[in-house]
């Protein structure tokens, strides 16, 4: 399925574009404090948010990715990104999110997190979802539970480039049609 474009009361969930790379940059890639609990690295050029970009471009087609920018419905402000990929070894799909700093705390992950779990949920039909944040990022945590996640246990993660490990929370999302 085509990732498609969603509306919530306060923000648009469209496909993030190859031409959003300057303001995907700006934003939050580069930031080192919003992608502090992230398993990519902080982006130092511009070229590593153009080939995330086009990585992501390429996969508007697939039935395992789906990621969105979020955008404020009032300004038009591209101000973070967010989805759910399927992990084949968990058999399910597994959200992820980032903001920009200036939009933290205003409730806009909770509000696009719920909207991508409605997607996943309803559109793809999936029972379960997993995710996880790590335990330095607590207010991650209060998204995932206000949006209906149960915790599971502990675990850790690594960094993509296999650098960094943080120890996170894993939370299952289950639901009975």
Known sequence: MRTPNIETERLILRPLKISDAQTVFDNWASDPEATKHMRFDTHKSIDATIEWLTLEEGNLESDTAYNWGFTLKETGELFGSGGCYFRDDKGMFELGYILM????????????????????????????????????????????????????????????????????????YRRSF
């Open 101 to 172: 700093k200036k939009q933290w705390g205003k409730g806009f992950a909770t509000e696009a997190a719920r909207a991508i779990v409605d997607f996943a949920v309803r559109k793809l039909k999936r029972k379960n979802l997993y995710v996880i944040h790590a335990k330095d990022n607590p207010e991650s945590g209060r998204v995932i539970q206000k949006l209906g996640f149960t915790y599971h246990g502990d675990g850790e993660y690594s960094s993509l480039d296999g650098k960094r490990v943080f120890p996170v929370k894993e939370y299952y």
